[in-house]
Structure formats: structure tokens, C-alpha cells
């Protein structure tokens, strides 16, 4: 017998749209326009800067950017009330990166980089405001999510996926920190490990070949608010698995998740390229491997004899 999902139980949007809703879909927007900018730049423009195209850093940037205001705009969809503290912490993320990535197209056009730059005083007020931009996000992300977090009534395989996708999310961006006191090759800082920034890189991360790259971490942390509450969806609507089961499964998924943004940032810190792992690597990726899988056939062991025995 199939059972029937309560509709409060799946991800829904107010019908008309909020406030907090509309400033991140302009955000999204505004960050897609300079993501095109961007890949105009990168076929017109030949220019280099430490070792990469010029625009590359601007593309990724605001592709990122748009993906994680239209998640988070979703994710807010969620929460009922708060309208005005919403509208509040959404203005901030929105402009606050926004105005980031115009901070790293104004490097570009003046020909140097953005990150870890201060041979001039523009250049270390580009740096210094860049830093307090994500300060900013940092914190209010924590204060949309906790509010998003904080919602009755919602499926808790989804409420699951939600709260381990802001939270290992929160964490990739605390994982930018590392670069900040990574001051062997420059006193600004900077995201590879063993060598100067720059160097032979993964095509479009530009993740170094050769050394321990900071920015792998940094990466996968950010996405899982978009990785995290997908696979929660996916559960919810692609299988019978009961919400019980599903949240189960997600609390599996968000602590091998966790696991992994760690360990690459480990094996970053001790400047490993993540295309090289050496074998203390991989025994941990392969401890982690297993611990997930044997906790997930325990989950669906567990979920089949409740259902057998309710029968």
C-alpha cells in the first residue's frame, strides 16, 4: 500500500514571493550577469594572474555565489515568520557578495590579484574588506539557518538534510580561515601549502597538482548546503522509505560529509596535493568509506524489520 506524503511535509514557497526571497533571486540574478562578464573576459582577455586566466577567479566566484543564494533562498522558503529579520540577513548575504565579487573584477581589470594582496593600500583594502564580507555572511548564515532550523512541522528526513547542509556549509567557510595563517610563502597568506601560490593546477578549480591546496576543503564544505538537502529531497520523493529511516540515513550521510571536508583539509595542512594521497590518506578515506556503508545497511536493516514486523 503506497502511503500518501502530507503536503506540510514537503518543500514549500509562500505565494507570493518575500521580501528575504526577492533581494536573494536579484542577488542570484546580479551574480549570473558577472559570471557572464566573466566568461567573456575569460575568451577575450589573455591575461595571467599567479598562473591562472585572469577571469577564471570571477567566474568561479560568482557561479558559486549565484548557486548559494538561490539554495539558501530556498532554504529560507522553509520558515514561517520572521519576515523582517529574514529581509534583514538576506539584504546582507545578497549585498555583502555581491559586492565581493565586484571587489574581485575590480582586481582583475587593475591587473593583480584579489586574495592575499597587499603591495599597495588599495590592494590590502581589497584584501581587509573581502575579509570583513565574509565575516558578515559567516554570521548571518548562522542566523538564517538557525531560524530556518528552529521551523515545526517539518519531514524530518528533510529538516535532517537542511540542518547538516547549513552546518557543514558554516564549516567550509570557517575552513577560509586556515588560508588566512597559512603565511609560509606570503605574510597576507594564502591557500597552497608547501609552495607560493600559483603553480600546475586542476583544470577550473585550479586546485595545485603538486602541494596541499586549502581551497579543496574550503570547496566541499560550501557545497553541501546544496549537496545535503538535495539528497534529503531525493529521499522524500524518489523512495518509501519512512521519515524515521531517511533522517537516518541523512545524519549518516552529514557526518561522513563532515568527515571528508576534514580530511581534506588534513591532508591539505600537511601539504598533500589531493591528486597525490599518500597511504595514511587513503586508510582514512577507506575507514570513512566503511564506516558510512556499514551504518547505512544498519539503517536499511533496521527500517526493513520495523516494516516487517508492523506487517
Known amino acids: 500500500m503506497t ?3 502530507p503536503t506540510s511535509t514537503l518543500p514549500r514557497s509562500s505565494s507570493r514571493a518575500s521580501a528575504a526571497g526577492a533581494v536573494l533571486a536579484v542577488g542570484a540574478g546580479l551574480s549570473a550577469v558577472a559570471f557572464a562578464i566573466a566568461v567573456v573576459g575569460l575568451i577575450v582577455d589573455p591575461t595571467v594572474i599567479t598562473g591562472a586566466p585572469a577571469w577564471m577567479k570571477p567566474a568561479k566566484f560568482s557561479f558559486s555565489i549565484a548557486v548559494y543564494l538561490l ?9 514561517r515568520g520572521h519576515a523582517r529579520l529574514l529581509a534583514v540577513l538576506s539584504t546582507v548575504i545578497a549585498v555583502a557578495l555581491v559586492a565581493e565579487i565586484a571587489l574581485v573584477e575590480l582586481q582583475v581589470f587593475r591587473g593583480t ?6 603591495s599597495s593600500d588599495l590592494d590590502a583594502a581589497v584584501w581587509y574588506a573581502m575579509g570583513g564580507i565574509v565575516s558578515l555572511v559567516l554570521i548571518a548564515t548562522i542566523a538564517a539557518g538557525v531560524l530556518a532550523l528552529r ?16 552546518g557543514i556549509c558554516v564549516l567550509g ?9 597559512n603565511k609560509e610563502w606570503n605574510d597576507s597568506g594564502g591557500h597552497t601549502v608547501g609552495a607560493a601560490d600559483g603553480g600546475a593546477g586542476m583544470p577550473i578549480t585550479g586546485w595545485s597538482l603538486e602541494h596541499g591546496d586549502l581551497r579543496v576543503g574550503h570547496f566541499i564544505g560550501l557545497h553541501a548546503l546544496q549537496v545535503l538537502p538535495l539528497l534529503a529531497w531525493a529521499l522524500l520523493r524518489w523512495t518509501r522509505l519512512d521519515a524515521t529511516t531517511r533522517a537516518r540515513l541523512l545524519n549518516v550521510a552529514g557526518a561522513s560529509y563532515t568527515a571528508v571536508v576534514l580530511l581534506v ?11 597525490r594521497p599518500d597511504g595514511e590518506t587513503l586508510a582514512v578515506f577507506a575507514a570513512v568509506a566503511g564506516l558510512a556503508a556499514v551504518a547505512t545497511v544498519a539503517v536499511l536493516r533496521r527500517s526493513r524489520r520495523r516494516s516487517l514486523s508492523v506487517r
Open 265 to 275: 583539509t588534513w591532508q591539505a595542512l600537511r601539504g598533500q596535493s589531493i591528486v
Open 173 to 181: 567557510m570557517l575552513a577560509a580561515v586556515t588560508m588566512i595563517f
Open 113 to 118: 590579484a584579489s586574495h592575499y594582496n597587499e
Open 71 to 79: 539554495t539558501l533562498r530556498w532554504v529560507l522558503s522553509h520558515v
Open 151 to 166: 521551523q515545526r512541522g517539518l519531514d524530518p528526513g528533510l529538516a535532517a538534510g537542511l540542518r547538516w547542509g547549513i
Open 3 to 5: 502511503t500518501s506524503i
